[in-house]
């Protein structure tokens, strides 16, 4: 029998980074019991100060905790903490792990086979919607996961999200968040593209934005990404470059293996790796918009 984790219980939280902190201040103020886990010490002090309860070693997150959220940056980093680190060994049989980050699906998967050997479930859980959705608690979560393990977990989801929509089985939600990163990235690179061209020849991107955004060139990078983060020059969306790259590799990588490889989206893999070489490892992936007016200034001046 299934009991949904109402709040109140305990939940462990690892990865307390953009996105993990504004979620564990959400969790926190809807009622749940939060015990915070990060390598880095700064975040853990960040979360003190939100009512959680940080804990300097991984094991101390599995204590009392039914299910345990990961908001951390890749597969790789995942499948270090459930296994180099130890978290398959620490966690009590029956607890829910919930990959929240944005993950390769073989290996959540693979991993989920493994948790399952000790007893655990697994669920994946990645989000859209940011730094903003995740204050908000507006995000939209794609759920991969047996229905009975997908009930459990759902109160602590509809906390965080606007949206929860159980898309599958394991595996399920970390593919369609790929999927739909890699659209994303796309049309936030030829929509600048665009953008940049007409500017050139003397429209106002303000303009253009408003005209776009009631035509069929719209997207959420004519809607949210350039005007509030690139028209402003803040550049400042909370999610690196670097994942975004991630992510459209993890999504190419599932395409080709379909049969449907996508071309597009290959061709954009190789400019977002382009810009990810050239600019710092910390930069936000609005930043592509910088680049592409850093290459074309570059190669004007060369000419
Ligand atoms: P982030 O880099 O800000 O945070 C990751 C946190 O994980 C950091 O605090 C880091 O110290 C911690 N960490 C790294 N290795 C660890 C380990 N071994 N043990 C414990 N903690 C460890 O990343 P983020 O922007 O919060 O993104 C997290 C995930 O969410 C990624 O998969 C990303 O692709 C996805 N995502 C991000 C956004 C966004 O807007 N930032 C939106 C949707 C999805």
């Known amino acids: 029998m299934t009991t949904p984790l109402a709040p109140g219980a305990v939940l462990g939280f690892i990865g307390l980074g953009n996105m993990g902190t504004p979620m564990v201040r959400r969790l926190v103020e809807a009622g749940y019991t939060v015990r915070g886990f990060d390598t880095d010490p700064a975040a853990r002090d960040r979360i003190a100060g939100l009512g959680a309860e940080p804990v300097a070693e991984l094991a101390a997150v599995t204590e009392g ?35 929240m980050g944005s993950s390769r699906p073989h290996s959540t998967r693979m991993l989920a086979d493994r948790a399952a050997g000790r007893d655990l479930r697994m669920v994946d859980a990645p989000v859209s919607g940011g730094v903003g959705g995740a204050e908000a608690g507006t995000l939209t979560i794609m759920v991969g996961g047996a229905a009975e393990d997908v009930a459990r977990v759902r109160p602590p989801l509809d906390c965080l999200g ?142």
């Open 65 to 99: 905790a039914a299910a345990i959220l990961l908001m951390l940056p890749s597969s790789d980093v995942v499948e270090h903490v459930l296994d180099e680190a130890g978290l398959l060994d620490a966690a009590t049989p029956g607890t829910v792990l919930v990959d």
């Open 162 to 303: 606007g949206k929860v929509t159980h898309v599958g089985g394991i595996g399920a939600g970390h593919a369609l968040k790929a999927l739909n990163n890699l659209m994303s990235a796309t049309h936030l690179l030829v929509s600048s593209e665009a953008l940049l061209a007409g500017r050139e020849f003397g429209l106002d991107p303000a303009v253009m934005l408003e005209v776009v955004n009631g035509s069929s060139g719209r997207s959420g990078s004519t809607e949210a990404k350039w005007p509030n983060f690139v028209l402003p020059g803040t550049f400042d969306s909370g999610f690196g470059l670097r994942l975004m790259l991630k992510d459209m590799r993890i999504a190419v990588d599932l395409a080709e293996e379909t049969g449907w490889p996508a071309l597009l989206g290959e061709a954009a893999v190789e400019l977002w790796a382009k810009a990810a070489e050239e600019l710092p490892a910390s930069a936000d992936h609005t930043e592509i918009v910088r680049w592409l007016t850093d290459t074309h200034e570059g190669k004007e001046e060369r000419a």
